[in-house]
Protein backbone atom coordinates (compact mmCIF):
# COMPACT_ATOMS: atom_id res chain seq x y z
CA UNK A 1 0.00 0.00 0.00
CA UNK A 2 1.29 3.54 -0.91
CA UNK A 3 0.05 6.15 1.17
CA UNK A 4 0.45 9.63 0.07
CA UNK A 5 -0.79 12.63 2.34
CA UNK A 6 -1.85 16.15 0.92
CA UNK A 7 -0.73 19.39 3.03
CA UNK A 8 -3.74 21.05 2.35
CA UNK A 9 -2.66 24.31 3.68
CA UNK A 10 1.26 24.22 3.30
CA UNK A 11 1.59 23.36 -0.54
CA UNK A 12 -0.74 24.40 -2.67
CA UNK A 13 0.51 26.03 -5.44
CA UNK A 14 -1.06 28.09 -8.14
CA UNK A 15 1.17 28.13 -10.71
CA UNK A 16 -0.24 29.96 -13.44
CA UNK A 17 -3.75 30.77 -14.85
CA UNK A 18 -3.62 32.19 -18.29
CA UNK A 19 -6.03 34.97 -17.83
CA UNK A 20 -5.41 38.74 -17.20
CA UNK A 21 -3.87 38.19 -13.79
CA UNK A 22 -0.14 37.15 -13.47
CA UNK A 23 -0.33 34.53 -10.10
CA UNK A 24 3.52 33.95 -8.83
CA UNK A 25 4.25 30.58 -6.74
CA UNK A 26 4.36 31.28 -3.35
CA UNK A 27 8.16 31.49 -2.27
CA UNK A 28 10.31 28.82 0.35
CA UNK A 29 10.89 31.61 3.06
CA UNK A 30 7.17 31.75 2.53
CA UNK A 31 6.40 28.35 2.46
CA UNK A 32 8.67 27.49 6.11
CA UNK A 33 5.99 29.76 7.56
CA UNK A 34 3.01 27.34 7.04
CA UNK A 35 2.28 24.58 9.33
CA UNK A 36 0.39 22.33 6.91
CA UNK A 37 -2.28 19.36 8.43
CA UNK A 38 -2.18 16.49 6.40
CA UNK A 39 -6.48 16.11 6.39
CA UNK A 40 -6.24 14.65 3.18
CA UNK A 41 -4.65 11.27 2.56
CA UNK A 42 -4.59 9.07 -0.47
CA UNK A 43 -3.79 5.24 -0.39
CA UNK A 44 -3.53 2.79 -3.61
CA UNK A 45 -4.10 -0.80 -3.20
CA UNK A 46 -3.37 -2.79 -6.04
CA UNK A 47 -4.20 -5.88 -7.69
CA UNK A 48 -2.50 -8.64 -6.12
CA UNK A 49 -3.52 -11.82 -7.61
CA UNK A 50 -0.99 -14.30 -5.85
CA UNK A 51 -1.26 -12.65 -2.44
CA UNK A 52 2.10 -11.81 -3.19
CA UNK A 53 1.80 -9.20 0.02
CA UNK A 54 0.21 -12.13 1.73
CA UNK A 55 -1.78 -9.71 4.04
CA UNK A 56 -4.95 -11.96 3.70
CA UNK A 57 -4.50 -14.90 5.58
CA UNK A 58 -6.99 -16.82 3.56
CA UNK A 59 -4.43 -16.77 0.82
CA UNK A 60 -7.33 -15.34 -1.55
CA UNK A 61 -6.53 -13.39 -4.74
CA UNK A 62 -7.22 -9.80 -4.96
CA UNK A 63 -8.58 -9.34 -8.41
CA UNK A 64 -9.59 -5.33 -7.95
CA UNK A 65 -7.32 -2.01 -7.66
CA UNK A 66 -8.23 0.62 -5.17
CA UNK A 67 -7.29 4.02 -4.37
CA UNK A 68 -8.94 5.41 -1.58
CA UNK A 69 -9.59 9.32 -1.00
CA UNK A 70 -9.84 9.69 2.97
CA UNK A 71 -10.35 13.34 4.76
CA UNK A 72 -9.10 13.55 8.05
CA UNK A 73 -12.09 14.96 10.02
CA UNK A 74 -14.69 14.84 12.99
CA UNK A 75 -18.13 15.88 11.62
CA UNK A 76 -21.36 16.20 14.23
CA UNK A 77 -24.70 16.74 12.29
CA UNK A 78 -28.56 16.69 13.18
CA UNK A 79 -30.47 16.57 10.54
CA UNK A 80 -34.06 14.90 9.27
CA UNK A 81 -34.55 13.73 5.83
CA UNK A 82 -38.49 13.21 4.49
CA UNK A 83 -37.40 10.39 1.77
CA UNK A 84 -34.48 8.90 0.39
CA UNK A 85 -34.46 6.45 -2.85
CA UNK A 86 -31.48 5.00 -4.25
CA UNK A 87 -31.15 3.04 -6.58
CA UNK A 88 -34.58 2.74 -8.45
CA UNK A 89 -34.90 0.78 -11.54
CA UNK A 90 -36.27 -2.16 -12.40
CA UNK A 91 -33.89 -5.37 -11.61
CA UNK A 92 -34.37 -9.57 -12.71
CA UNK A 93 -36.29 -11.32 -9.94
CA UNK A 94 -33.01 -13.78 -9.77
CA UNK A 95 -30.78 -10.56 -8.65
CA UNK A 96 -33.19 -8.92 -5.38
CA UNK A 97 -34.84 -10.66 -2.45
CA UNK A 98 -38.35 -9.09 -2.89
CA UNK A 99 -39.08 -8.40 -6.18
CA UNK A 100 -41.41 -5.74 -4.88
CA UNK A 101 -39.48 -3.11 -4.01
CA UNK A 102 -38.70 -0.66 -6.42
CA UNK A 103 -35.44 0.30 -5.41
CA UNK A 104 -32.11 -1.03 -3.63
CA UNK A 105 -32.71 1.44 -0.51
CA UNK A 106 -35.86 3.11 0.86
CA UNK A 107 -35.71 5.22 4.00
CA UNK A 108 -38.13 7.21 5.00
CA UNK A 109 -38.76 10.19 7.78
CA UNK A 110 -35.21 9.68 8.12
CA UNK A 111 -33.55 11.11 11.25
CA UNK A 112 -29.78 11.52 12.15
CA UNK A 113 -29.25 12.18 16.15
CA UNK A 114 -32.23 13.30 18.63
CA UNK A 115 -33.87 15.55 20.60
CA UNK A 116 -34.95 15.06 24.27
CA UNK A 117 -35.75 16.67 27.30
CA UNK A 118 -32.92 16.00 29.72
CA UNK A 119 -33.78 15.46 33.61
CA UNK A 120 -33.41 19.43 34.80
CA UNK A 121 -36.03 20.17 32.46
CA UNK A 122 -33.46 21.79 29.64
CA UNK A 123 -34.14 20.64 25.27
CA UNK A 124 -30.99 18.47 24.39
CA UNK A 125 -29.58 17.97 20.91
CA UNK A 126 -27.73 14.73 20.46
CA UNK A 127 -25.84 14.24 17.64
CA UNK A 128 -25.36 11.73 14.99
CA UNK A 129 -21.17 11.77 15.10
CA UNK A 130 -18.90 10.14 12.24
CA UNK A 131 -15.00 10.49 11.91
CA UNK A 132 -12.97 10.09 8.62
CA UNK A 133 -14.80 10.15 5.48
CA UNK A 134 -13.26 8.51 2.63
CA UNK A 135 -14.16 7.46 -1.03
CA UNK A 136 -12.77 4.14 -3.05
CA UNK A 137 -12.84 3.66 -6.35
CA UNK A 138 -11.98 -0.33 -7.67
CA UNK A 139 -10.68 -0.95 -10.92
CA UNK A 140 -10.30 -4.19 -12.20
CA UNK A 141 -7.59 -5.89 -14.17
CA UNK A 142 -8.88 -4.23 -17.60
CA UNK A 143 -8.23 -0.91 -15.78
CA UNK A 144 -12.04 -0.37 -15.79
CA UNK A 145 -14.10 1.02 -13.17
CA UNK A 146 -16.39 -1.15 -10.98
CA UNK A 147 -17.19 0.14 -8.10
CA UNK A 148 -17.13 3.23 -6.03
CA UNK A 149 -17.75 3.66 -2.24
CA UNK A 150 -18.76 6.32 0.33
CA UNK A 151 -17.97 5.10 4.05
CA UNK A 152 -16.90 6.03 7.48
CA UNK A 153 -14.04 4.99 9.79
CA UNK A 154 -16.57 5.03 12.80
CA UNK A 155 -20.02 6.34 12.83
CA UNK A 156 -21.91 6.35 15.92
CA UNK A 157 -25.33 7.78 16.96
CA UNK A 158 -29.45 7.25 16.67
CA UNK A 159 -31.07 6.99 13.62
CA UNK A 160 -34.93 7.09 12.90
CA UNK A 161 -36.26 5.64 10.38
CA UNK A 162 -38.95 3.94 8.18
CA UNK A 163 -37.02 1.26 6.26
CA UNK A 164 -39.05 0.20 3.27
CA UNK A 165 -36.25 -1.20 1.17
CA UNK A 166 -32.11 -2.18 2.28
CA UNK A 167 -29.63 -3.88 0.09
CA UNK A 168 -26.62 -5.20 1.63
CA UNK A 169 -24.80 -6.96 4.71
CA UNK A 170 -26.78 -5.89 7.85
CA UNK A 171 -26.86 -7.42 11.07
CA UNK A 172 -28.56 -5.85 14.00
CA UNK A 173 -27.79 -6.66 17.59
CA UNK A 174 -31.09 -7.44 19.38
CA UNK A 175 -31.58 -7.81 23.09
CA UNK A 176 -34.10 -10.46 23.54
CA UNK A 177 -35.53 -9.75 27.36
CA UNK A 178 -39.11 -10.66 27.26
CA UNK A 179 -41.45 -12.22 24.63
CA UNK A 180 -44.99 -10.96 24.90
CA UNK A 181 -46.76 -13.87 25.23
CA UNK A 182 -43.92 -16.48 26.09
CA UNK A 183 -43.46 -17.04 29.58
CA UNK A 184 -39.37 -16.59 28.91
CA UNK A 185 -37.92 -13.48 30.87
CA UNK A 186 -34.65 -13.66 32.74
CA UNK A 187 -32.77 -15.43 29.72
CA UNK A 188 -31.01 -11.77 28.69
CA UNK A 189 -30.90 -13.21 25.11
CA UNK A 190 -28.72 -11.10 22.75
CA UNK A 191 -28.69 -12.41 19.09
CA UNK A 192 -27.91 -11.15 15.95
CA UNK A 193 -30.41 -11.22 12.80
CA UNK A 194 -28.03 -11.11 9.18
CA UNK A 195 -28.86 -10.60 5.80
CA UNK A 196 -26.77 -10.34 3.14
CA UNK A 197 -29.13 -9.97 0.30
CA UNK A 198 -30.82 -7.28 -2.36
CA UNK A 199 -33.60 -5.45 -1.98
CA UNK A 200 -35.16 -6.71 1.36
CA UNK A 201 -37.40 -5.64 4.17
CA UNK A 202 -36.57 -8.03 6.75
CA UNK A 203 -33.45 -9.63 8.37
CA UNK A 204 -33.84 -12.90 10.75
CA UNK A 205 -31.96 -15.58 13.02
CA UNK A 206 -33.19 -19.07 14.79
CA UNK A 207 -32.99 -18.63 18.38
CA UNK A 208 -31.11 -21.74 19.18
CA UNK A 209 -30.76 -20.66 22.85
CA UNK A 210 -34.93 -21.17 23.26
CA UNK A 211 -34.90 -25.29 21.83
CA UNK A 212 -33.70 -26.83 24.78
CA UNK A 213 -36.66 -24.90 26.64
CA UNK A 214 -39.27 -25.47 23.68
CA UNK A 215 -38.03 -28.28 22.20
CA UNK A 216 -38.06 -26.04 18.51
CA UNK A 217 -35.93 -22.64 17.80
CA UNK A 218 -38.48 -19.62 16.83
CA UNK A 219 -37.27 -17.65 14.05
CA UNK A 220 -36.66 -14.04 15.57
CA UNK A 221 -37.57 -11.71 12.33
CA UNK A 222 -36.81 -7.93 12.55
CA UNK A 223 -39.01 -6.56 9.85
CA UNK A 224 -37.13 -3.46 9.05
CA UNK A 225 -40.24 -1.31 8.77
CA UNK A 226 -41.21 -2.19 12.10
CA UNK A 227 -38.43 -0.47 13.46
CA UNK A 228 -38.47 2.88 14.60
CA UNK A 229 -35.06 3.63 15.32
CA UNK A 230 -31.12 1.49 15.51
CA UNK A 231 -28.07 2.86 16.96
CA UNK A 232 -24.51 2.61 15.76
CA UNK A 233 -21.74 2.77 18.65
CA UNK A 234 -18.73 3.27 17.02
CA UNK A 235 -19.40 1.39 14.12
CA UNK A 236 -16.94 0.41 11.82
CA UNK A 237 -16.76 -0.47 8.36
CA UNK A 238 -20.09 1.14 7.15
CA UNK A 239 -20.14 2.02 3.74
CA UNK A 240 -22.55 2.03 0.89
CA UNK A 241 -21.01 1.29 -2.41
CA UNK A 242 -22.17 1.07 -6.32
CA UNK A 243 -20.62 -1.58 -8.04
CA UNK A 244 -21.13 -3.04 -11.45
CA UNK A 245 -19.76 -6.82 -10.49
CA UNK A 246 -19.25 -8.55 -6.67
CA UNK A 247 -16.29 -6.34 -5.05
CA UNK A 248 -14.25 -7.68 -1.87
CA UNK A 249 -13.45 -3.90 -0.63
CA UNK A 250 -10.15 -3.51 1.27
CA UNK A 251 -11.54 -3.13 5.00
CA UNK A 252 -10.75 0.04 6.84
CA UNK A 253 -11.81 -0.69 10.57
CA UNK A 254 -12.42 -3.77 12.60
CA UNK A 255 -15.59 -5.35 12.22
CA UNK A 256 -17.07 -7.57 9.50
CA UNK A 257 -17.01 -7.14 5.71
CA UNK A 258 -18.93 -9.24 3.13
CA UNK A 259 -18.77 -8.87 -0.35
CA UNK A 260 -20.32 -6.41 -2.03
CA UNK A 261 -23.56 -7.32 -4.49
CA UNK A 262 -24.02 -5.25 -7.97
CA UNK A 263 -26.47 -2.01 -7.92
CA UNK A 264 -26.30 0.02 -4.52
CA UNK A 265 -25.20 -1.89 -1.26
CA UNK A 266 -24.79 -0.84 2.61
CA UNK A 267 -22.11 -2.81 5.03
CA UNK A 268 -23.79 -2.36 8.56
CA UNK A 269 -22.79 -4.96 10.73
CA UNK A 270 -20.39 -3.70 13.37
CA UNK A 271 -21.70 -2.74 17.11
CA UNK A 272 -25.36 -2.11 15.14
CA UNK A 273 -28.05 -2.39 18.00
CA UNK A 274 -31.80 -2.39 17.74
CA UNK A 275 -32.51 -1.36 21.05
CA UNK A 276 -35.62 -1.02 23.44
CA UNK A 277 -37.55 -3.96 21.38
CA UNK A 278 -40.78 -5.20 21.97
CA UNK A 279 -40.88 -8.95 20.82
CA UNK A 280 -44.03 -10.90 20.13
CA UNK A 281 -45.41 -14.11 18.37
CA UNK A 282 -46.35 -13.75 14.87
CA UNK A 283 -49.87 -13.68 13.85
CA UNK A 284 -50.48 -15.94 10.98
CA UNK A 285 -46.74 -16.17 9.63
CA UNK A 286 -46.19 -19.33 11.60
CA UNK A 287 -44.38 -21.62 9.73
CA UNK A 288 -46.23 -25.09 11.07
CA UNK A 289 -45.71 -26.37 14.17
CA UNK A 290 -42.15 -25.82 14.82
CA UNK A 291 -41.55 -22.63 12.73
CA UNK A 292 -43.72 -19.53 15.04
CA UNK A 293 -41.99 -16.57 13.75
CA UNK A 294 -41.43 -14.11 16.19
CA UNK A 295 -41.60 -9.88 15.37
CA UNK A 296 -40.01 -7.40 16.81
CA UNK A 297 -40.63 -3.30 16.65
CA UNK A 298 -39.73 -0.50 18.36
CA UNK A 299 -40.26 3.25 19.31
CA UNK A 300 -39.48 6.23 16.74
CA UNK A 301 -37.41 8.63 18.34
CA UNK A 302 -37.84 12.66 18.26
CA UNK A 303 -35.75 14.90 16.53
CA UNK A 304 -37.37 17.89 16.56
CA UNK A 305 -37.97 20.98 18.57
CA UNK A 306 -41.94 21.25 17.74
CA UNK A 307 -43.08 18.97 20.88
CA UNK A 308 -41.75 21.65 23.28
CA UNK A 309 -42.63 24.81 21.58
CA UNK B 1 -23.37 59.15 -18.52
CA UNK B 2 -25.30 61.67 -16.62
CA UNK B 3 -28.39 60.00 -17.68
CA UNK B 4 -26.82 57.26 -16.35
CA UNK B 5 -26.33 58.95 -12.75
CA UNK B 6 -29.87 60.37 -13.10
CA UNK B 7 -31.29 57.02 -13.96
CA UNK B 8 -29.55 55.39 -10.78
CA UNK B 9 -30.22 58.04 -8.34
CA UNK B 10 -34.26 58.24 -9.42
CA UNK B 11 -34.03 54.61 -8.06
CA UNK B 12 -32.82 56.21 -4.54
CA UNK B 13 -29.58 54.33 -4.02
CA UNK B 14 -30.12 51.59 -6.55
CA UNK B 15 -26.96 50.76 -8.54
CA UNK B 16 -26.96 48.96 -11.35
CA UNK B 17 -24.35 48.35 -14.25
CA UNK B 18 -22.33 45.62 -15.91
CA UNK B 19 -19.45 44.05 -14.50
CA UNK B 20 -16.50 43.17 -16.32
CA UNK B 21 -15.04 39.86 -15.69
CA UNK B 22 -11.54 39.47 -15.90
CA UNK B 23 -11.09 35.78 -17.06
CA UNK B 24 -9.83 35.90 -20.93
CA UNK B 25 -12.55 35.28 -22.61
CA UNK B 26 -14.74 36.21 -25.73
CA UNK B 27 -17.75 37.85 -24.01
CA UNK B 28 -19.81 40.89 -25.33
CA UNK B 29 -21.04 42.91 -22.11
CA UNK B 30 -24.29 45.17 -22.70
CA UNK B 31 -24.09 48.24 -20.69
CA UNK B 32 -27.96 47.64 -19.45
CA UNK B 33 -30.26 50.76 -20.76
CA UNK B 34 -32.24 53.33 -18.83
CA UNK B 35 -35.31 51.86 -19.67
CA UNK B 36 -34.19 48.69 -18.16
CA UNK B 37 -32.50 49.72 -14.73
CA UNK B 38 -35.91 51.41 -13.67
CA UNK B 39 -37.31 47.72 -13.95
CA UNK B 40 -34.65 46.52 -11.12
CA UNK B 41 -36.36 46.27 -7.91
CA UNK B 42 -34.35 47.67 -5.46
CA UNK B 43 -35.37 47.48 -1.87
CA UNK B 44 -34.23 50.88 -0.39
CA UNK B 45 -30.83 48.76 -0.52
CA UNK B 46 -27.72 49.35 -2.41
CA UNK B 47 -27.84 47.03 -5.70
CA UNK B 48 -25.32 46.23 -8.02
CA UNK B 49 -26.54 44.02 -10.79
CA UNK B 50 -24.80 42.60 -14.20
CA UNK B 51 -25.43 40.03 -16.69
CA UNK B 52 -22.87 37.36 -18.86
CA UNK B 53 -23.53 37.71 -22.59
CA UNK B 54 -21.56 35.69 -24.74
CA UNK B 55 -19.11 34.57 -22.32
CA UNK B 56 -16.82 31.73 -22.92
CA UNK B 57 -12.93 30.96 -20.97
CA UNK B 58 -10.38 28.91 -22.10
CA UNK B 59 -7.08 28.16 -20.83
CA UNK B 60 -4.52 24.75 -22.03
CA UNK B 61 -1.94 26.47 -19.48
CA UNK B 62 -4.14 26.67 -16.36
CA UNK B 63 -2.53 24.54 -13.73
CA UNK B 64 -2.84 24.09 -9.97
CA UNK B 65 -0.82 22.07 -7.62
CA UNK B 66 -1.43 20.45 -4.55
CA UNK B 67 1.69 19.03 -2.89
CA UNK B 68 2.13 15.97 -1.21
CA UNK B 69 4.87 15.32 1.79
CA UNK B 70 6.03 12.20 -0.11
CA UNK B 71 6.49 14.99 -3.17
CA UNK B 72 4.25 12.95 -5.06
CA UNK B 73 2.29 15.93 -7.34
CA UNK B 74 -1.59 16.28 -8.04
CA UNK B 75 -2.41 18.84 -10.33
CA UNK B 76 -5.50 20.06 -12.27
CA UNK B 77 -4.50 21.47 -15.68
CA UNK B 78 -6.94 22.58 -18.59
CA UNK B 79 -9.88 24.42 -18.15
CA UNK B 80 -12.86 24.94 -19.99
CA UNK B 81 -16.01 26.93 -19.64
CA UNK B 82 -17.99 27.26 -22.73
CA UNK B 83 -21.55 26.95 -23.67
CA UNK B 84 -23.45 24.08 -23.56
CA UNK B 85 -23.92 23.79 -27.44
CA UNK B 86 -19.96 23.44 -28.14
CA UNK B 87 -19.04 20.70 -30.27
CA UNK B 88 -15.68 20.32 -28.66
CA UNK B 89 -14.16 21.34 -25.10
CA UNK B 90 -11.41 23.59 -26.84
CA UNK B 91 -12.13 24.21 -30.18
CA UNK B 92 -15.57 25.27 -31.94
CA UNK B 93 -17.33 26.58 -28.81
CA UNK B 94 -19.81 28.80 -28.03
CA UNK B 95 -20.63 31.41 -25.34
CA UNK B 96 -23.54 31.23 -23.19
CA UNK B 97 -25.56 34.01 -21.54
CA UNK B 98 -27.22 34.58 -18.47
CA UNK B 99 -29.65 36.72 -17.07
CA UNK B 100 -30.92 40.21 -18.60
CA UNK B 101 -32.06 43.49 -17.42
CA UNK B 102 -35.45 42.10 -16.16
CA UNK B 103 -33.52 39.13 -14.58
CA UNK B 104 -29.85 40.04 -13.60
CA UNK B 105 -27.09 38.59 -10.91
CA UNK B 106 -27.58 40.72 -8.11
CA UNK B 107 -25.03 41.93 -5.69
CA UNK B 108 -27.08 43.78 -2.72
CA UNK B 109 -26.50 45.44 0.27
CA UNK B 110 -29.17 45.54 2.86
CA UNK B 111 -30.13 45.88 6.37
CA UNK B 112 -31.47 42.53 8.00
CA UNK B 113 -33.20 41.50 11.45
CA UNK B 114 -34.61 38.99 12.89
CA UNK B 115 -36.73 38.55 16.23
CA UNK B 116 -36.90 35.03 18.22
CA UNK B 117 -39.37 33.78 19.93
CA UNK B 118 -38.22 35.21 22.98
CA UNK B 119 -38.12 38.45 21.62
CA UNK B 120 -34.66 38.60 21.17
CA UNK B 121 -33.80 40.82 18.11
CA UNK B 122 -30.90 40.22 15.76
CA UNK B 123 -29.40 42.81 13.31
CA UNK B 124 -26.92 43.12 10.62
CA UNK B 125 -26.24 44.48 7.39
CA UNK B 126 -25.70 41.62 4.90
CA UNK B 127 -24.29 41.46 0.94
CA UNK B 128 -26.65 39.07 -0.68
CA UNK B 129 -25.06 37.88 -4.08
CA UNK B 130 -27.36 36.35 -6.13
CA UNK B 131 -27.73 34.29 -9.84
CA UNK B 132 -31.07 35.04 -11.65
CA UNK B 133 -34.06 32.95 -11.07
CA UNK B 134 -34.07 31.90 -14.79
CA UNK B 135 -36.87 33.89 -16.31
CA UNK B 136 -34.40 35.47 -18.68
CA UNK B 137 -34.29 31.99 -20.35
CA UNK B 138 -37.79 32.96 -22.06
CA UNK B 139 -36.03 35.83 -23.47
CA UNK B 140 -33.24 34.41 -25.22
CA UNK B 141 -32.84 34.30 -28.87
CA UNK B 142 -33.13 30.84 -30.68
CA UNK B 143 -29.73 29.03 -30.36
CA UNK B 144 -27.92 30.87 -27.58
CA UNK B 145 -26.77 29.08 -24.71
CA UNK B 146 -28.10 29.73 -21.26
CA UNK B 147 -26.23 27.01 -19.56
CA UNK B 148 -22.57 26.26 -19.72
CA UNK B 149 -19.89 23.30 -19.78
CA UNK B 150 -17.43 23.21 -16.96
CA UNK B 151 -14.24 20.83 -18.10
CA UNK B 152 -10.72 20.48 -15.92
CA UNK B 153 -8.18 18.00 -16.25
CA UNK B 154 -7.02 16.17 -12.59
CA UNK B 155 -3.71 14.15 -12.90
CA UNK B 156 -2.00 12.61 -10.16
CA UNK B 157 1.04 10.67 -10.41
CA UNK B 158 2.26 7.95 -7.70
CA UNK B 159 5.02 6.95 -6.20
CA UNK B 160 5.19 3.97 -8.40
CA UNK B 161 5.39 6.16 -11.36
CA UNK B 162 1.85 5.14 -12.03
CA UNK B 163 -0.19 7.87 -13.26
CA UNK B 164 -3.88 8.70 -13.33
CA UNK B 165 -5.59 11.15 -15.31
CA UNK B 166 -9.18 12.23 -14.76
CA UNK B 167 -11.34 14.53 -16.68
CA UNK B 168 -14.04 15.95 -14.93
CA UNK B 169 -16.94 18.00 -17.17
CA UNK B 170 -19.95 19.30 -15.86
CA UNK B 171 -22.25 19.58 -19.53
CA UNK B 172 -25.41 22.01 -19.24
CA UNK B 173 -24.82 23.82 -15.94
CA UNK B 174 -27.39 25.79 -14.25
CA UNK B 175 -26.86 28.13 -10.82
CA UNK B 176 -29.63 29.68 -11.62
CA UNK B 177 -31.34 30.43 -8.18
CA UNK B 178 -28.73 30.37 -6.28
CA UNK B 179 -27.99 33.20 -3.33
CA UNK B 180 -25.30 33.60 -0.90
CA UNK B 181 -25.27 35.75 2.13
CA UNK B 182 -22.66 37.35 3.78
CA UNK B 183 -22.40 39.57 6.98
CA UNK B 184 -20.51 39.76 10.39
CA UNK B 185 -21.30 38.12 13.50
CA UNK B 186 -19.78 39.66 16.20
CA UNK B 187 -17.44 37.09 17.99
CA UNK B 188 -17.94 34.79 15.09
CA UNK B 189 -16.01 36.50 12.40
CA UNK B 190 -17.41 36.32 8.32
CA UNK B 191 -21.19 34.01 8.45
CA UNK B 192 -22.49 32.84 5.38
CA UNK B 193 -25.83 31.31 4.80
CA UNK B 194 -27.66 30.69 1.05
CA UNK B 195 -29.16 28.28 -1.13
CA UNK B 196 -26.75 26.03 -3.72
CA UNK B 197 -28.86 25.24 -6.77
CA UNK B 198 -27.45 22.80 -9.39
CA UNK B 199 -28.42 21.53 -12.14
CA UNK B 200 -26.75 19.02 -15.03
CA UNK B 201 -27.75 17.69 -17.73
CA UNK B 202 -24.54 15.14 -17.61
CA UNK B 203 -21.29 14.66 -15.32
CA UNK B 204 -18.65 12.66 -17.15
CA UNK B 205 -15.88 11.73 -15.04
CA UNK B 206 -13.51 9.96 -17.04
CA UNK B 207 -10.37 8.00 -15.82
CA UNK B 208 -7.23 7.15 -17.43
CA UNK B 209 -3.49 6.37 -17.03
CA UNK B 210 -2.31 8.56 -19.94
CA UNK B 211 -3.50 12.09 -20.37
CA UNK B 212 -5.33 12.73 -23.25
CA UNK B 213 -6.30 16.14 -25.53
CA UNK B 214 -9.73 16.09 -24.53
CA UNK B 215 -12.12 13.12 -21.99
CA UNK B 216 -12.37 10.02 -23.77
CA UNK B 217 -15.20 7.92 -24.98
CA UNK B 218 -14.43 4.67 -23.59
CA UNK B 219 -17.50 3.81 -21.44
CA UNK B 220 -15.60 1.16 -19.57
CA UNK B 221 -12.97 4.59 -18.07
CA UNK B 222 -16.08 6.42 -16.91
CA UNK B 223 -18.60 7.22 -14.63
CA UNK B 224 -21.81 9.07 -16.14
CA UNK B 225 -24.60 11.09 -14.18
CA UNK B 226 -27.47 12.07 -16.16
CA UNK B 227 -29.94 15.06 -14.98
CA UNK B 228 -28.29 16.18 -11.52
CA UNK B 229 -30.84 18.75 -9.76
CA UNK B 230 -29.16 19.81 -6.00
CA UNK B 231 -30.84 22.06 -4.30
CA UNK B 232 -29.52 22.42 -0.87
CA UNK B 233 -29.78 25.81 1.57
CA UNK B 234 -26.87 26.45 3.40
CA UNK B 235 -28.44 28.23 6.81
CA UNK B 236 -30.78 30.09 7.36
CA UNK B 237 -30.92 33.86 7.39
CA UNK B 238 -30.02 35.17 10.98
CA UNK B 239 -29.86 32.63 13.04
CA UNK B 240 -28.49 29.97 11.56
CA UNK B 241 -25.01 30.91 10.12
CA UNK B 242 -22.37 28.71 8.67
CA UNK B 243 -19.06 29.52 9.92
CA UNK B 244 -15.22 28.86 8.69
CA UNK B 245 -12.51 29.65 11.34
CA UNK B 246 -9.28 27.53 12.47
CA UNK B 247 -7.95 26.29 15.50
CA UNK B 248 -4.60 26.43 17.54
CA UNK B 249 -3.68 23.10 15.56
CA UNK B 250 -4.41 24.80 12.04
CA UNK B 251 -7.41 22.70 11.88
CA UNK B 252 -10.34 23.57 9.51
CA UNK B 253 -13.67 24.31 11.48
CA UNK B 254 -16.90 24.48 9.60
CA UNK B 255 -19.58 25.13 12.02
CA UNK B 256 -23.55 25.53 10.95
CA UNK B 257 -24.96 26.81 13.85
CA UNK B 258 -27.79 24.70 15.80
CA UNK B 259 -30.98 26.25 15.63
CA UNK B 260 -32.72 26.20 19.81
CA UNK B 261 -35.90 26.40 20.78
CA UNK B 262 -35.99 30.03 19.76
CA UNK B 263 -35.66 29.62 16.42
CA UNK B 264 -37.02 26.21 15.70
CA UNK B 265 -40.70 27.86 14.94
CA UNK B 266 -39.76 30.06 11.98
CA UNK B 267 -36.97 27.50 11.03
CA UNK B 268 -39.27 24.71 10.39
CA UNK B 269 -42.07 26.99 9.10
CA UNK B 270 -39.75 28.85 6.65
CA UNK B 271 -36.67 27.70 5.91
CA UNK B 272 -36.07 25.66 2.58
CA UNK B 273 -35.09 22.02 2.85
CA UNK B 274 -32.76 20.05 0.13
CA UNK B 275 -33.19 17.83 -2.47
CA UNK B 276 -30.67 15.91 -4.56
CA UNK B 277 -32.19 14.15 -7.96
CA UNK B 278 -30.59 12.21 -9.90
CA UNK B 279 -31.81 10.06 -13.31
CA UNK B 280 -29.46 7.28 -13.65
CA UNK B 281 -25.38 6.63 -12.78
CA UNK B 282 -23.89 4.75 -15.32
CA UNK B 283 -20.47 3.06 -14.57
CA UNK B 284 -18.62 0.86 -16.88
CA UNK B 285 -21.95 0.14 -18.95
CA UNK B 286 -23.91 -0.93 -15.29
CA UNK B 287 -26.70 1.33 -14.93
CA UNK B 288 -27.63 2.38 -11.24
CA UNK B 289 -31.49 3.81 -11.54
CA UNK B 290 -32.70 6.72 -10.06
CA UNK B 291 -31.54 8.57 -6.53
CA UNK B 292 -34.40 10.57 -4.94
CA UNK B 293 -33.34 12.48 -1.44
CA UNK B 294 -35.90 15.01 -0.81
CA UNK B 295 -36.59 17.32 2.43
CA UNK B 296 -33.30 17.17 3.89
CA UNK B 297 -33.08 19.56 6.87
CA UNK B 298 -29.82 20.68 8.32
CA UNK B 299 -30.73 21.23 12.77
CA UNK B 300 -26.26 21.29 12.92
CA UNK B 301 -23.19 20.36 11.39
CA UNK B 302 -19.85 20.77 12.74
CA UNK B 303 -16.82 19.25 10.56
CA UNK B 304 -13.34 19.68 12.33
CA UNK B 305 -10.43 18.59 9.89
CA UNK B 306 -7.69 16.16 11.63
CA UNK B 307 -3.98 14.88 10.92
CA UNK B 308 -4.23 11.77 9.64
CA UNK B 309 -0.83 10.79 10.20
Same mark, same amino acid.
Given at each position: ????????????????????????????????????????????????????????????????????????????????????????????????????????????????????????????????????????????????????????????????????????????????????????????????????????????????????????????????????????????????????????????????????????????????????????????????????????????????????? | ?????????????????????????????????????????????????????????? %??? !????? $? @??? *???? +?????? &?????? %??? !????? $? @??? *???? +?????? &?????????????????????????????????????????????????????????????????????????????????????????????????????????????????????????????????????????????????????????????????????????????????????????????????????????
Amino acid at each position: MKRFAILCAGTALIRAFSASADLQPIGDDVLSDMTGQSAIRIDEIPIDLNNTTGIRADGSDRDQGFTRITIGADIELNANIDRTVIGKRPRPDSEVEIPELEADVILNNVSLGTITRADDGSIQMNNFKVRDPYIEIARNADNQLTGVRLGFKEASGTIGHEIVSLSGDITAKAYVDEIVGLNLSGLNLIEYPYNHNTRTNRISTELQALQSILGWSPTLTLHLGELGHTTLNGTQNLYLGFQSEEINYPKVGAGPQGTAHSGFWLNLQDNYDAPNLEISLATGTGGGLFGIDLVSRNERVNNSFSPYF | MNKFISAVFAKNTLLSFLLLLPVMAHADLIPMSDEALFQVNGQGASALSYTVEDYSAL %SED !FKLEL $G @FDS *GVPT +DFAKFS &LVGASS %SDY !FENTN $G @FTI *GNAN +DPFTLT &LQHESFTDANDVVSEAVSLVYAFPTGAYVDDLAPGVDSKFNLTTLMSMTHESGNELHTWMSLQGVSLDNSYYKFWVDPGKGLSVSGLISLKTDTFVADAQNTATAQPGTDAGSQWVVDNLDLSFPLGATLYQPLNIDVDDEHNLIIELKAINLSTAEHFYDTAPTGNLYVDNITMNGYESGAIEIEGIQLQYLRVQTRDLL
